[in-house]
Protein backbone atom coordinates (compact mmCIF):
# COMPACT_ATOMS: atom_id res chain seq x y z
CA UNK A 1 0.00 0.00 0.00
CA UNK A 2 1.10 3.57 -0.66
CA UNK A 3 1.16 6.22 2.51
CA UNK A 4 -1.91 7.36 0.64
CA UNK A 5 -3.71 4.63 1.19
CA UNK A 6 -2.48 3.75 4.33
CA UNK A 7 -4.15 6.66 5.81
CA UNK A 8 -7.15 6.42 3.88
CA UNK A 9 -7.53 2.79 5.73
CA UNK A 10 -7.14 4.49 8.76
CA UNK A 11 -9.36 7.26 8.70
CA UNK A 12 -11.84 4.89 7.47
CA UNK A 13 -11.04 2.08 10.46
CA UNK A 14 -11.64 5.53 13.14
CA UNK A 15 -15.09 6.84 11.56
CA UNK A 16 -15.88 2.99 11.89
CA UNK A 17 -15.08 3.32 15.95
CA UNK A 18 -15.49 7.32 16.34
CA UNK A 19 -17.14 6.24 19.31
CA UNK A 20 -14.61 4.69 20.90
CA UNK A 21 -11.62 7.38 20.22
CA UNK A 22 -10.68 9.42 22.73
CA UNK A 23 -10.82 13.28 21.99
CA UNK A 24 -7.17 13.75 21.64
CA UNK A 25 -6.80 11.23 19.15
CA UNK A 26 -9.96 12.48 17.24
CA UNK A 27 -8.22 15.34 16.92
CA UNK A 28 -4.89 14.22 15.84
CA UNK A 29 -6.61 12.43 13.04
CA UNK A 30 -8.49 15.50 12.03
CA UNK A 31 -5.37 17.59 11.98
CA UNK A 32 -3.47 14.60 10.18
CA UNK A 33 -6.30 15.07 8.07
CA UNK A 34 -6.30 18.90 7.01
CA UNK A 35 -2.22 18.05 6.83
CA UNK A 36 -2.42 15.30 4.15
CA UNK A 37 -5.06 17.64 2.31
CA UNK A 38 -3.13 20.69 2.00
CA UNK A 39 -0.34 18.72 0.79
CA UNK A 40 -1.85 16.32 -1.74
CA UNK A 41 -3.96 20.10 -2.79
CA UNK A 42 -0.24 21.68 -3.22
CA UNK A 43 1.09 18.79 -5.37
CA UNK A 44 -1.71 19.06 -7.57
CA UNK A 45 -1.15 22.65 -8.14
CA UNK A 46 2.39 21.66 -8.43
CA UNK A 47 1.53 19.35 -11.38
CA UNK A 48 -1.02 21.90 -12.66
CA UNK A 49 -3.94 19.60 -12.01
CA UNK A 50 -7.29 20.93 -11.12
CA UNK A 51 -7.32 21.20 -7.38
CA UNK A 52 -11.28 22.15 -6.45
CA UNK A 53 -11.36 23.32 -2.52
CA UNK A 54 -14.29 23.52 -0.53
CA UNK A 55 -13.53 26.94 1.35
CA UNK A 56 -16.44 25.76 4.09
CA UNK A 57 -15.05 22.70 5.06
CA UNK A 58 -11.71 24.22 5.02
CA UNK A 59 -13.10 27.19 7.56
CA UNK A 60 -15.03 24.50 10.16
CA UNK A 61 -12.50 21.51 10.22
CA UNK A 62 -9.90 23.85 12.42
CA UNK A 63 -12.96 24.59 14.65
CA UNK A 64 -13.83 20.83 14.80
CA UNK A 65 -10.65 20.01 15.97
CA UNK A 66 -9.98 22.75 18.65
CA UNK A 67 -13.46 22.06 20.07
CA UNK A 68 -13.61 18.29 19.82
CA UNK A 69 -14.83 17.69 23.00
CA UNK A 70 -17.81 19.30 22.49
CA UNK A 71 -18.48 18.06 19.27
CA UNK A 72 -20.97 14.58 18.71
CA UNK A 73 -19.73 11.44 16.79
CA UNK A 74 -21.44 12.47 14.09
CA UNK A 75 -19.75 15.82 13.52
CA UNK A 76 -16.46 14.20 14.07
Known sequence: MTV???MISEFVRAANRVETL??????????KGVSASGALRGLL?????VA?????AERVIPDI???IEQMSDETV
Open 22 to 31: APADRRLLLE
Open 4 to 6: TTD
Open 65 to 67: ASN
Open 45 to 49: VKTAK
Open 52 to 56: PVDDA
